[in-house]
Structures are given as C-alpha cells and as structure tokens.
C-alpha cells in the first residue's frame, strides 16, 4: 500500500508524484478526499499510473475473490 502522506504535504505536485511513482498493482493508496489540494492531484495520478499500465479500481473490485476461468467443466478423462 502507498500512504501519500496528502495530510501532511497539501502539495498536489507531490502527491501525484508519491502516488505514481509508488504504486504498484494491487496496492491500496491512502489519500483523504477533504483535502483540496489532493483532488486536484487525482487527475495526474491517474494518468500516470494508466502509462504505466496500473488501472484504478474500486476497494470491493480489488478484495473480490477472482471469476473462475472457466464456467464449462472439464472434459471427462479419458476411460473414466
């Protein structure tokens, strides 16, 4: 998980920054949505994690079980 450190540092530069350059898949990034000067780093951030291919989602999208790969089941083995 990535803690911005938004609450401390009201610079939106840097929290985009801290958030791009940290996160990696699957991280949860810590960021308080009272802050102004943290909305107005949501936009960077975002693009700079989409260029290096990490997608945002929602906290229940990131801790829901993974769909099964398949919902046919298996062919049955041969002789069986």
Not at 7 to 13: I, L, M, Q, S
Not at 50 to 66: D, K, N, Q, Y
Request: charged share 20%.
């Amino acid at each position: 998980s990535v803690d911005t450190m938004d609450w401390r540092y009201r610079d939106a530069v840097r929290v985009a920054r801290v958030a791009g350059e940290q996160t990696r898949r699957g991280d949860i990034v810590l960021m308080h949505d009272i802050h102004p000067s943290t909305a107005r780093a949501v936009p960077t951030m975002l693009a700079t994690l989409a260029r290096r291919r990490v997608r945002a989602v929602t906290l229940t999208a990131l801790l829901e079980p993974p769909a099964p790969a398949s919902a046919t089941p298996p062919p049955p083995a041969p002789g069986g």
